[in-house]
């Protein structure tokens, strides 16, 4: 059925972050958000999410952001997540390991998940999505699926129930038909969405055998730089798309990373640490500031 989510990704990179993302919510601005949980900021950033819980007019739809890419790691504190999207993605393909590799990536997420279950108890779902969208690739989707279920077997009846995980397809036609918007896309992330295009299909059907929801995302061809005159330039096309297609559509964007004096040794990655300190975190910020008119026509 179709549904609108305007989503911010990341919650707890630090915690200029978290409060940024908790006054959108209080504002109206956002209604989803997803749970980063490899910084060392999370104790903080959570306590500052379930303090301002009571006040938020509407309860926020959280999701665990699975992290496998930086960060500090959950199944063995000591370590940082040292993977990229390439060489899970060359792993899942070539790798002779691949057992090994999918049981460490197993634990990893499972204890993710756990962590955030465990430090906010308004949950009463659970969703999953990921950093750079790496449960797309198929080994990191079977370790999910096998995460969640280790999880559910351990927590018995007391284990929340897994609702949404998010497919990262993108429709490029509403974009397309903007003639006057091509030279503002990056040519990059038109190959980022045609290759995760090519592997939504294979965990949609997964999604579609647990019987999870049917989704459409939003905040791919933009990513990073998703401004507020190009948002409402394509806002009724995309929002068409899902209609037609009746599905629940999540437009993501990224309105808040870290400040420059808040980096930290978990911050491991010099390239995605630029992508949390870069100006396209205050051009996201703006673009939900000044979205609701749009939304509320949803």
């Given at each position: 059925m179709y549904r609108?989510?305007?989503?911010?990704?990341?919650?707890?990179?630090?915690?200029?972050n978290a409060r940024i993302l908790i006054e959108a919510i209080k504002q109206g601005e956002l209604n989803s958000i997803s749970i980063i949980p490899t910084m060392d900021c999370f104790p903080e950033c959570m306590d500052m999410l379930k303090e301002a819980w009571d006040s938020f007019p509407v309860k926020p739809l959280i999701t665990v952001h699975i992290d496998l890419v930086d960060g500090r790691s959950q199944?063995?504190?000591?370590?940082?997540?040292?993977?990229?999207?390439?060489?899970?993605?060359?792993?899942?393909?070539?790798s002779l390991n691949k057992k090994e590799i999918k049981a460490e990536l197993v634990k990893e997420i499972k204890a993710q998940i756990v962590k955030v279950v465990?430090?906010?108890?308004?949950?009463?779902?659970?969703?999953?999505?990921?950093h750079m969208h790496t449960h797309m690739i198929p080994i990191v989707a079977d370790a999910m699926w096998e995460a969640y279920d280790i999880y559910a077997e351990e927590?018995?009846?007391?284990?929340?129930?897994?609702?949404?995980?998010?497919?990262?397809?993108?429709p490029a036609g509403p974009f397309l038909k903007k003639t006057e918007l091509y030279k503002t896309y990056s040519?990059?992330?038109?190959?980022?969405?045609?290759?995760?295009?090519?592997?939504?299909?294979?965990?949609?059907?997964?999604?579609?055998?647990?019987?999870?929801?049917?989704?459409?995302?939003?905040?791919?061809?933009?990513?990073?730089?998703?401004?507020?005159?190009?948002?409402?330039?394509?806002?009724?096309?995309?929002?068409?798309v899902a209609k037609k297609k009746d599905r629940y559509l999540e437009i993501l964007f990224h309105p808040a990373g870290i400040m420059a004096e808040e980096r930290q040794e978990c911050h491991n990655k010099d390239d995605i640490a630029a992508f949390y300190l870069a100006d396209g975190r205050a051009t996201e910020l703006n673009a939900i500031q000044n979205l609701r008119e749009f939304a509320a026509k949803e």
């Open positions: 609108l989510d305007i989503h911010a990704d990341d919650y707890g990179l630090s915690e200029s199944a063995d504190n000591s370590k940082f997540i040292t993977n990229s999207w390439g060489s899970l993605f060359l792993a899942s393909c070539f465990d430090a906010l108890p308004q949950m009463k779902e659970l969703r999953l999505d990921s927590r018995g009846a007391d284990a929340l129930p897994l609702t949404f995980v998010r497919i990262a397809r993108e040519p990059i992330n038109f190959v980022k969405n045609m290759i995760l295009n090519i592997l939504a299909g294979r965990i949609e059907r997964q999604c579609k055998n647990r019987g999870l929801e049917k989704t459409l995302l939003w905040g791919l061809i933009m990513s990073g730089n998703m401004d507020i005159d190009r948002v409402k330039t394509c806002f009724d096309s995309v929002c068409d």
